[in-house]
């Protein structure tokens, strides 16, 4: 069965560093778009970033781009997200998404929840001022 697993989250204050890990299993990992989303209680379900199979097409929301950072090892399995310079805001629920790409279109990875077919449990990241 394909199992996605997150860790790292945790309780920092504002302007500290966490680093959340995603290891897949039950798949071939190369074969799948990766994706970070994040929820917090009372909204909806949002993007936070992508990554292609290869690394080569990263894409990032606008309220973390140039704080955040996503990267693969397809060799580990791994999806991480580098998150720097946290705020109160980023508090939420951090989930991985694996999509399936048998062959891969020349558009930009999928920003949508429900083009993800495969979900982690989700870690807790909590911000404090």
């Known amino acids: 069965q394909v199992q996605l697993a997150e860790s790292g989250g945790g309780l920092v204050q504002a302007g500290d560093s966490l680093r959340l890990s995603c290891a897949a299993s039950?798949?071939?990992?190369?074969?799948?778009?990766m994706g970070w989303f994040r929820q917090a209680p009372g909204n909806e379900r949002e993007f936070v970033a992508v990554?292609?199979?290869?690394?080569?097409?990263?894409a990032y929301a606008d309220s973390v781009k140039g704080r955040f950072t996503i990267s693969r090892d397809n060799a580990k399995n791994t999806v991480w997200l580098q998150m720097n310079s946290l705020k109160p805001e980023d508090t939420a629920v951090y989930y991985c998404?694996?999509?399936?790409?048998?062959?891969?279109?020349?558009?930009?990875?999928?920003?949508?929840?429900?083009?993800?077919?495969?979900w982690g449990q989700g870690t807790q990241v909590t911000v404090s001022s």
């Open positions: 998404a694996a999509r399936f790409r048998l062959n891969p279109s020349r558009s930009d990875p999928s920003r949508s929840p429900t083009d993800y077919a495969y």
């Open positions: 990554i292609s199979r290869r690394s080569g097409t990263i």
């Open positions: 039950g798949l071939t990992f190369s074969m799948y778009a």
